[in-house]
Every structure is written in C-alpha cells, then in structure tokens.
C-alpha cells in the first residue's frame, strides 16, 4: 500500500515513526527538504501542499492520503477522492474544519454545544455586537497555536480585531480544557482516547503541560466522551479527530475546535496508551482492526519550545539530567534551528501517580532549555 502525507513536521514525523511496523510504503509533501519528517518517509516529494496541481499529482498514484496540518489544497483533494483515492479524513471534513466559520456553522446545525457566536467581516462590524463582550476574536482562516485569536474585553481592545471574516465568541469561564481523540473506521466503527487536559500557566497563559487521563467527575467525562463521539460522527468520515472541549462552571462541555488529524494532545498515547493515535490513524488508513486506546498509566506532556532570547542552530541545555529520569521518553523533533516559542520536541512522562507526574513536569519545564 502506498500512502502519502501532505505536511511534514512533527505530527508527520511521529506517524512515521509508527509507520515502519507495517507494510507500508510511506510518501510526503512538503517545502521545507530539512523538515522532522523528511528522513523518516521512503519518497519525500518537494512541493507546496496548498498548490492544487502539486497536490493533486503528488496523490494521483497513491492508494490513501493524510494530512498532518489543514492548510491543504482541498480541491485537489476532493479531485482525488472523486478518482478513487481514499483519504483520511474526507475533504468534506477538512473544508469544514479548516474555516472556523463553517466550523462553527456545522456545530449550530448538528446541534452541537458551543460558545454562542456572531459573525465579523470587518472591525467595523465589531460595533454592533458591544453587547456581546467580553469575547473572543478569531480569524476565519490561517490561525494556529493561539495566532488568530484575540480577547477582546471591551472597546478599548478593538484595535487587536481582525479586519477580515472572523467569528465573535462569546467569552466562556472555563474550569477545565480537555480533548479528546476520535477514530473512526471505513466501516463505521469508532474508538475513543482517554481525555487529556490542558494545565495552563497562570501568568503567561501558555500550554504548560497536559495531564492525561483528566481528572474529571464521570457525569462531565460521560458528557464529554458523547459530545466528542456525536460530533465527529456529523462528518461523516473515516478518520481521526481531536474534539478541543470546555468544561465550564456549570459543568456544561461546549466544543471550542476540532482537528481532523492526529494532534498534539495525542503525543503521551505513544508511550502511555496501549494503541497511540499515530497507531490508531494507520489501522484505519491499513484497514486493520483497531487496538485498545486505554491508558496504560496516566502520563503528562510538556512541550520543548525555544527559549527567549535564542535564535540559531538549536541546543538543548539539561538534557542529560532529563534522560536520566525515571519514565521519561524524550522525543526532539529534528528542527536543527530554535526561536523563541518554537515546538521543538516534547516529554513524554508516565507515572500511576499524578503528584509524580506534575512534579516532574514542572522539573522538566525548569531544567531543559532550547538555546542557541
Ligand atoms: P487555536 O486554534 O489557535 O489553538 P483556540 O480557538 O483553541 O485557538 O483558542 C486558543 C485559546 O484561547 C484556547 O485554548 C482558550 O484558552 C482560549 N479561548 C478560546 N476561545 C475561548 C472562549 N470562547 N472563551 C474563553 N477562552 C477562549
């Protein structure tokens, strides 16, 4: 089976890494020849993944395609589809996700809980939603890692809008951020992971690490856990998905945002979960049966990011002590240049107590850094 890739980072890389326990001959798209997963694929193409031409020739002599970041050249894949060519997930499904306009629409008309928004086509527009503040601005399309989003409390804060199609969230007391990964199958069968949850940075509201399985009363993990089945469901598509979930003070879970791909709120399933999504997404794509998602033992993440101040070929202070920890799993995306707030690797710990488990990620967070 040939099977392709369009993007080529980190997700990339670590999908191929699972790749080479089956048989499978691997293919990538991407720009960048130096990208993490570029030496890890059998065939690495050179190309622009938003090109429709590039992409449609990239997927024509192929038996299935995957994305590993939206920014995709849909037409080309629907082109493809309509050719036979399986893709996971669906174009229908990428189109969607890909514009948090459409997005949102298909949460109102599947009925699916959500913050309560409007529409912007300008900052002008702003004006007439003064009574929906305080909330949340973001770009219809090419927003990532909290780019694209603004807080907008009151007036004053208009001058951060985007003066392009945008929606206007109304802004959520959140208690808790989960996600929860979805598969589902060609034949319509679907797994779910355990819920990750975010644990943020009070001061810098930064990702600071995630803690998997969340700590959630059953009624809100029961009501996440439909939520994430019945909206990925809606798509109508094989394929995996990561449903980015609140948890409000009411206890109430509204869907913030869907990826349709194998996400970084999936990393710790590598190590900490019996099947990971990596896994997950390749016997959907293999048409295998799928493996059992459970947690092996609860883990935690922390991301490696470039550390401020540092531009350059990428150093990674600490290491040593880090790798000599006990349930540990380093993994370094193979960027050879850091810059402030760059993904540059994460870790990985795996822990039956959750005490271990943020002790060691705050350790972590304070030993290694990424300097130049
Ligand atoms: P991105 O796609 O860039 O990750 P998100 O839509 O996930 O953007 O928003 C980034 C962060 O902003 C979220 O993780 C959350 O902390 C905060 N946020 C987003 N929407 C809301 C909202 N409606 N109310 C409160 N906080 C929000």
Sequence with gaps: ??????GGGQLGRMLLQQAANYT???YVLENDEQCPAAHLCHHFVKGDIKDFDTVYNFGKGLDALTIEIEA???EALEKLESEGIRIYPRPSAIKTIKNKILQKRFYEE???PTPEFKLTFNTADLQNHLDFLPAVHKLGEGGYDGKGVQVLLDQKDFDKAFNEPSILEKMV??????????????KGETVIFPPAEMVFDPVLNLLDYQLSPAKLDDKVLWKAEAIAISVV?????????????????????LVNEIAPRVHNSGHHTIEANYSSQYDTLWRIMLGYPFGNTDAILPSAIVNILGADGFSGEAKYDGLDEILGMDNVFVHLYGKSHTKPGRKMGHVTIVHKDYQDLTYKANKIKHTLKVVA
């Design 110 to 112: 599947n009925n699916i």
């Design 24 to 26: 499978v001959e691997t």
């Design 233 to 253: 469901k809606h798509f109508e598509s094989a394929g995996l998905f990561a449903v980015e979930l609140f948890v409000d003070f009411d206890d109430d879970v």
């Design 72 to 74: 995709v050249n849909v």
């Design 1 to 6: 089976m040939k099977i392709g890739i369009l």
């Design 173 to 186: 007391k959140i208690k808790k951020e989960i996600a929860v990964i979805v598969a589902i199958n060609d």
